[in-house]
């Protein structure tokens, strides 16, 4: 994005107010009398600045066809997930804390993100908080971290299998494995970790 004028931060900004405040973008005459311009064209040499810039999308022919750039973005994100209680989808409204505008080529094939919680990865540089990119799957290679529920709990270790027996390692001496037979225990593979993000703050 190309750097702004004082007076296109301000339009940009006021542009912004009316989405938030409204539910909808500003017309072009909106716009006009905002700033006093002295005709529609002035608002639309604006708006169409400020989409030359990247920070507006224009939808030609509607009257109301102004997108933000960062609302786009944060539409095509990838959904945050928090706590998963027992047996509840990981997927599921209830469990997402919102989207973040994650740019989809900074984790090919990542289908959600997934705040961690606890330490028990902290060898493999996963730590409380971070947010792991997650890619749908339901198989693994042994020495992959993957997501897994395990009788309804889900938990993030690596993962290793052999006949029967599947085993979820931890990467921190303080936790022991967990050991799952599949012929008496109930698991399903959620996904492979495929990037990680520490935001702190978020």
């Known amino acids: 994005m190309e750097a702004l004028t004082h007076r296109q ?21 909106e716009l006009q009398e905002a700033f006093h311009f002295r005709s529609p064209n002035a608002a639309e040499s604006h708006v169409r600045t400020l989409a030359r810039k990247g920070y507006l999308v224009l939808q030609e022919g509607r009257a109301r066809g102004i997108r933000l750039v960062s609302e786009l973005i944060e539409e095509s994100g990838l959904p945050l ?5 027992a047996g509840a989808p ?29 330490m ?9 908080g971070d947010i792991l990119a997650v890619q749908q799957c339901s198989e693994a290679h042994n020495g992959q971290v993957v997501v897994a529920r395990v009788d309804g709990e889900v938990t993030v270790k690596r993962w290793r299998k052999d006949g029967h027996q599947v085993f979820l390692l931890p990467e921190n001496p303080d936790f022991s494995p967990i050991e799952v037979d599949l012929r008496k225990q109930d698991l399903r593979l959620e996904g492979l970790v495929v990037g990680l993000l520490r935001l702190g703050g978020l």
Request: no cysteine; glycine share 10%; charged share 20%.
């Open 9 to 29: 931060q301000q339009i940009l900004q006021w542009i912004q107010e009316q989405i938030a405040k409204h539910g909808l973008p500003p017309t072009r005459a």
């Open 120 to 128: 028990s990865m902290r060898d493999a540089g996963i730590l409380d």
């Open 81 to 85: 997930i928090g706590r998963v209680p």
């Open 90 to 118: 990981i997927l599921a409204e209830g469990q997402q804390e919102g989207r973040l505008p994650i740019d989809p080529q900074l984790f090919p094939g990542a289908d959600y993100l997934l705040r961690v919680q606890g």
